[in-house]
């Protein structure tokens, strides 16, 4: 282990992991691309943890002419070294929330000015902008490269706590500071925009019309994440020690780390993994779920909540929908697929997108989320053991049981106000975190089945009522003989019909029925 370089897990700095020979892998063949290409100003929108910071800092020490750093990739022989006046804005470190963005914007501005014995004489941030990259150009008779990382935190951020009103205060503040980029292109040799959010060209970049999107584009899919190849490639030898420790070998190792962090997609096609994971995971060399702890965005989980989500099966959206981030007009499916939860897994013939999860970590996640909001909770470590346990050694007494338990925490009010399907999403979600593969509301000819659970041999087809009884559920599945679909399973397979009753007074299953074929 000693012998190995040690892994960047955090690092943002480019020149750091050279330094202290971290191991890198090369993305620099991307780069190239970008330095060389027509255009030169991008904007790219990735998920959290997938290395925006470190791809803006390997372009700041690539333009500040640190060829020294490169060594050894791909670059390094490949383009004629210059030194650029490089200004670098990273919104995530502005203290926008404590000065107010103006301010906090500002101070950065003439911050750097002061880097470089430049004077600011301008007032509005549009025009110290300006000034900025006009006087640096000026001093060092080269054009100036500008790379802003996170620019849509000031906008996101005060969303996540409910401040409209602040967040279209922000938004303006940042159109106008970026309107005077496209008048100042002749001094610009090169224009960078990062974030999570893409918003509309009309409301945040009207005046940036050549800014190029290369979120989708077909030569950059690859920009951020590693790819299998990649993970083969760079991380032999902590594969070699995970399976080691796993007591597995190198291929089984590389199914498990596929099957958790592999899967995110741009044009269902191409897949990458989130670098993040995979370096926690090869450091620790345990599967777990890293991006739970990394947070999940309070404003997505309240707008499925509100709107009733639970099932993220297949969802279909167009290009537009999932492309554009509107504040007066949050839509699910583009916060679910801009923030990572949801990814392309295929474009249909009518060009329709269908998003998935990406894969079993970003599940589990929104999935423990998911359940805290709709049961009011969020400690179900125990909850979902226990439905495992129960399900696994086919108990459904204790799953009876078990889900009493979370029902209990849930507000009275709460089970008075809601209708049947809220007791439907608290269950199908509990038992997804309890690590089943559950379908909702799947369709036959004679209507749709409430809930399927298939686990080894068996199949339980779920029906659930309020406040009636579990004889009208069972009813219901067998004159609609939702059943009949699951009979052609080999013989020793063992289909369950399970129904259940809620009650909206006692907050609890109070009557349940289960029948074999």
Not at 111 to 127: F, R, T, Y
Request: charged residues 25%.
């Amino acid at each position: 282990m000693q012998s190995l370089p040690l892994l960047p897990i955090g690092q943002q700095e480019f020149s750091e992991i050279r330094q202290t020979k971290r191991l890198y892998v090369d993305k620099t063949d991307f780069i190239y691309r970008l330095v060389t290409h027509s255009s030169y100003f991008f904007f790219l929108s990735r998920p959290r943890r997938f290395g925006k910071s470190l791809l803006i800092n390997t372009l700041k020490e690539l333009f500040l002419g640190k060829k020294e750093l490169f060594e050894g990739l791909f670059i390094y022989d490949k383009i004629q070294w210059q030194t650029f006046p490089v200004i670098h804005l990273d919104f995530s470190k502005l203290p926008f929330r404590k000065e107010g963005l103006e301010k906090a914007l500002a101070t950065r501005m003439k911050m750097i000015a002061d880097n470089h014995q430049v004077k600011l004489s301008a007032e509005s941030i549009g025009a110290l902008f300006e000034e900025l990259i006009q006087k640096l150009s000026e001093k060092y008779q080269q054009k100036v490269v500008i790379l802003i990382d996170e620019y849509d935190k000031p906008i996101t951020d005060v969303l996540e706590i409910g401040n409209n009103q602040q967040a279209h205060e922000n938004r303006d503040i940042l159109r106008n500071f970026y309107s005077i980029v496209k008048g100042s292109s002749t001094y610009i040799r090169f224009f960078f925009l990062t974030g999570i959010t893409r918003f509309t060209k009309v409301s945040l970049f009207s005046e940036l019309n050549n800014l190029v999107d290369i979120s989708f584009h077909k030569d950059f899919h690859n920009l951020l994440g590693y790819t299998q190849d990649e993970i083969v490639q760079y991380f032999q030898p902590y594969l070699q020690l995970f399976a080691l420790e796993n007591n597995c070998s190198i291929q089984e190792a590389l199914e498990k780390i596929k099957f958790w962090y592999n899967g995110y997609s741009w044009n269902g096609k191409d897949k990458v993994y989130n670098p993040f994971s995979v370096l926690c995971c090869l450091e620790e060399r345990a599967i777990k779920n890293y991006w739970f702890e990394s947070g999940t965005p309070k404003m997505l989980v309240n707008l499925l909540y509100k709107q009733g989500i639970y099932d993220l099966r297949d969802v279909k959206a167009n290009f537009s929908l999932i492309n554009n981030f509107d504040i007066d007009n949050l839509n699910a499916e583009t916060l679910l697929f801009q923030t990572g939860y949801l990814t392309i897994t295929s474009i249909d013939e009518f060009d329709d997108y269908v998003l998935n999860y990406p894969n079993k970590e970003v599940e589990l996640s929104l999935t423990q989320h998911l359940l805290g909001a709709y049961a009011y909770q969020m400690k179900h470590a125990t909850t979902a053991n226990q439905i495992a346990k129960a399900i696994r050694n086919h108990d459904l007494n204790l799953l009876v049981e078990t889900i009493n338990i979370l029902f209990a925490d849930i507000p009275a009010e709460i089970f008075l106000a809601k209708k049947e399907a809220y007791y439907h999403s608290v269950l199908f979600l509990a038992l997804k975190l309890a690590g089943f593969h559950v379908q909702a509301e799947v369709r036959t000819s004679k209507g749709r089945i409430d809930a399927i659970l298939q686990y080894d041999n068996r199949t339980y087809l779920f029906e659930f009522k309020l406040d009636q009884n579990a004889q009208i559920a069972l009813q219901q599945i067998e004159q609609k003989e939702y059943f009949k679909k699951y009979l052609q399973q080999p013989n020793q397979h063992k289909i369950y019909l399970v129904a259940i009753n809620f009650s909206s007074e006692k907050k609890e299953i109070t009557d349940f029925s289960i029948q074999s074929y």
